[in-house]
């Protein structure tokens, strides 16, 4: 396949970036969007260019590392996978493709593709945990838990905080990032004793880091890879109503 490469480059947080083009004469449709990346350095490299830096780690779509706006769309064109877990057979032959970092005030670019997203963990530090001391870990048949409640937590569980939500969002939310953590924990037993200190401590965090304001487009869970429904902002709201108006 031959590519036609639309491509950002900044060279730093203070720094102003562009779009600049590239081409690839001999990608693979097999190819996973970061290896067709790669290849693309390899050319740079060889030319004694700069490489276009990227976040990637796991590579399969665990880590949530690999976020980048790619044809305007957070991931890329596939519903409900990661950049990683894109395949250059979604594109064809001559195609243009434009890739782009994650934009958000609260998202500041690093460099070229990188983008700091620390600020999801200091809204995972301001009270996504239970801080139970509990000395060794308890049998595991000693706490019941119904299979409603288990499923809720789990799909909750399954966000991997990578970005996107707030990407895809006119108003760079992070409701859908921070309800997931929230009700995560409230859906389990352990994580009840501090349900109301802790929605009012991550909603406080979250809107101290500078993200808008949810306004229920649902543009998030169209572009979560894990498809991380918008009932879970729902239920942080109504747990965040609950915790300051003892609802």
């Known amino acids: 396949m031959k590519l036609y490469l639309r491509i950002w480059r900044q060279d730093g947080p203070d720094t102003s970036g562009q779009l600049v083009d590239y081409h690839l004469d001999d990608a693979d449709p097999g190819m996973s969007f970061l290896e067709m990346l790669d290849a693309v350095n390899e050319q740079l490299i060889n030319n004694g260019e700069r490489v276009i830096e990227f976040d990637h780690d796991c590579r399969e779509g665990i880590c949530g590392s690999c976020g980048m706006v790619i044809n305007g769309r957070p991931h890329g064109p596939a519903q409900g996978s990661s950049t990683c877990q894109l395949h250059m057979r979604s594109f064809h032959n001559g195609d243009q493709i434009t890739i782009e970092p994650f934009r958000a005030s609260a998202f500041p670019i690093i460099r070229d593709l990188k983008v700091d997203r620390s600020a999801f963990d200091r809204i995972i530090d301001s009270g996504g945990y ?18 409603d409640e288990a499923s809720n937590a789990f799909d909750a569980a399954a966000c991997i905080g990578c970005g996107a939500c707030v990407a895809s969002c006119k108003n760079a939310s992070a409701a859908l990032f921070t309800s997931a953590k929230v009700t995560h924990l409230v859906n389990l037993p352990q ?57």
């Not at 801080?131 to 838990?145: D, R, V, Y």
């Not at 004793?193 to 991550?202: A, F, N, T």
Request: net charge negative.
């Open 191 to 247: 994580g009840k004793v501090e349900r109301s200190s802790r929605v009012v401590q991550m909603v406080n965090q979250m809107d101290t880091e500078g993200f808008g304001a949810c306004s229920f487009t649902e543009a998030c869970e169209a572009v979560c890879p894990q498809q991380i429904s918008v009932n879970h902002i729902a239920q942080m709201n109504w747990e965040y109503n609950r915790a300051k108006f003892g609802m």
């Open 130 to 147: 239970i801080s139970t001391n509990i000395a060794a870990a308890p049998e595991a048949n000693s706490i019941l838990i119904s299979k």
